[in-house]
């Protein structure tokens, strides 16, 4: 089992930056790939973006290209999403995703195909 915890959401006004963090636990972290996810209210979570285990793949949905950045820091366990230029449309529950990384780019935006969970951190953009 590998328990997920985000921290860092918050309220923000539009073009203004947040840094959300997730903390994991109960497993090697190096072995596992991460990823954000997000979801608003009345839609369905979407993939933000993906880091493999050493760090050498990073992925990004077109919305953020550009203006997220995600890292991961495997001495603290811990992956982070920086989110500059945020804009109102990137509302919404934010949630830390962690998968073995055996299986490569397969499924990597498919939330399906992802195996542990946070519960989750609101970002809200005020315009």
């Known amino acids: 089992q590998v328990q997920l915890v985000e921290s860092g959401g918050g309220l923000v006004q539009a073009g203004g930056s947040l840094r959300l963090s997730c903390a994991a636990s109960?497993?090697?972290?190096?072995?596992?790939?991460m990823a954000w996810f997000r979801q608003a209210p009345g839609k369905e979570r979407e993939f933000v973006a993906a880091i493999r285990r050493s760090g050498d793949g990073i992925y990004y949905a077109d919305s953020v290209k550009g203006r997220f950045t995600i890292s991961r820091d495997n001495a603290k366990n811990t992956v982070y999403l920086q989110m500059n230029s945020l804009k109102p449309e990137d509302t919404a529950v934010y949630y830390c995703?962690?998968?073995?990384?055996?299986?490569?780019?397969?499924?990597?935006?498919?939330?399906?195909?992802?195996?542990?969970w946070g519960q989750g951190t609101q970002v809200t953009v005020s315009s």
């Open positions: 109960g497993r090697t972290f190096s072995d596992y790939a």
């Open positions: 995703a962690a998968r073995f990384d055996y299986i490569g780019t397969y499924g990597l935006q498919t939330p399906g195909q992802w195996v542990y």
